[in-house]
Structure formats: C-alpha cells, structure tokens
C-alpha cells in the first residue's frame, strides 16, 4: 500500500518562495515519474510541472523559470521549488505520481496516485 503526502504549502508574500515535497511511503515502492498541479477555486486542475525521466515537461511555469522540481532518491521524495511567487499562484497543489514496486529482481508499474494536496497562498 502506498500513501502519497504533499508538504511545505503555506502563506507566502508575492515575490516570496516556497518549496513543496511530495514522498511516497510503502515498503519496496519507489517514485518513477511525478507530476506537479494545482487547483485554485473554481477552475479547473491544471499541470504545474512534471520530471519524468529526470527530464522536465512543458509548462508554462516550468518554461518561465520560476518553478523547478527535483528529487531525492534516498528519501523518495519529490520537490517542487516556486520562487517569484504571485497571487495568481494561489491554489491546492497535489503530486500525481507514477509508483513502481522495486521490491523484486526488476520494478515494476505499481499504479498512479494523487496526494491530498497542500495549501499555497500568496498575498498581493
């Protein structure tokens, strides 16, 4: 069984920055591919980031620079860095992630879960 949980989401000034961390917990089951969205009220989820393949995917959060994902393996843990923060960039962020069971000789696909999704609020 795996459980996903987003962290580090919180109040942030414009301009501020925060970083977010999705980590994947269960025995043998790793994290291959993440994708970071968000839902602001009202609107619909959209993709914020993804790194699939240690290679990031179009978006336009991505292109411009201002939110970068990384990732550590020893933690099993996947971050999402927002600099230049702006109030537009207030929504529930969730980790969408792709897990593998590496339990065995060879991983495994495990399946694809969401986080509950953690708070982000930038005021003007």
């Known amino acids: 069984q795996v459980q996903i949980l987003e962290s580090g989401g919180g109040l942030v000034q414009a301009g501020g920055s925060l970083r977010l961390s999705c980590t994947a917990s269960?025995?043998?089951?790793?994290?291959?591919?993440v994708g970071w969205y968000r839902q602001a009220p009202g609107r619909q989820r959209e993709l914020v980031g993804a790194?699939?393949?240690?290679?990031?995917?179009n978006s336009p959060d991505s292109m411009s620079g201002r939110f970068t994902i990384s990732r550590d393996n020893a933690k099993n843990t996947v971050y999402l860095q927002m600099n230049s923060l702006k109030p537009e960039d207030t929504a529930v962020y969730s980790c969408?992630?792709?897990?593998?069971?590496?339990?065995?000789?060879?991983?495994?696909?495990?399946?694809?879960?969401w986080g509950q999704g953690t708070q982000v609020t930038v005021s003007p």
């Open positions: 790194l699939s393949r240690g290679e990031f995917t």
């Open positions: 969408n992630a792709e897990i593998d069971d590496c339990s065995g000789w060879t991983c495994t696909s495990y399946g694809n879960y």
């Open positions: 269960g025995s043998g089951l790793e994290i291959r591919d």
